[in-house]
């Protein structure tokens, strides 16, 4: 069973810093690109950013680039969100998502399996 479960979210004040975790199963995590979405309430999905299936690069909208930071460790099967110098605006719940061989796409169309989320929320 092909299954994304993210974890790490929680509630930290603004400045702080958190790392979600987005647990895969059921594939082989080395073939696939993983993103990042967040949905805050009342607002559409948001790309996040996104690291391709070899690894190799990333890509991140413009409001977190430079304060979080995508990995990935194939021999865990996990992917990582770094994020550092959080904000009252990074409050969202934040999904993680898989492509087959996926590049930098940013839409969510192209990704055909997604986690449950995971809650963030940043006080001032």
């Known amino acids: 069973q092909v299954q994304l479960v993210e974890s790490g979210g929680g509630v930290v004040q603004a400045g702080d810093s958190l790392r979600l975790s987005c647990a895969t199963s059921?594939?082989?995590?080395?073939?696939?690109?993983i993103a990042w979405f967040r949905q805050a309430p009342g607002k559409e999905r948001e790309f996040v950013g996104v690291?391709?299936?070899?690894?190799?690069?990333?890509s991140y909208i413009d409001s977190v680039k430079a304060r979080f930071t995508i990995s990935k460790d194939n021999a865990k099967n996990t992917v990582y969100l770094q994020m550092n110098s959080l904000k009252p605006e990074d409050t969202a719940v934040y999904y993680c998502?898989?492509?087959?061989?996926?590049?930098?796409?940013?839409?969510?169309?192209?990704?055909?399996?997604w986690g449950q989320g995971t809650q963030v929320t940043v006080s001032s």
């Open positions: 059921g594939f082989t995590l080395r073939n696939y690109a």
């Open positions: 998502a898989a492509q087959y061989r996926g590049a930098t796409d940013h839409r969510a169309a192209a990704y055909s399996v």
């Open positions: 690291i391709t299936w070899s690894g190799s690069s990333t």
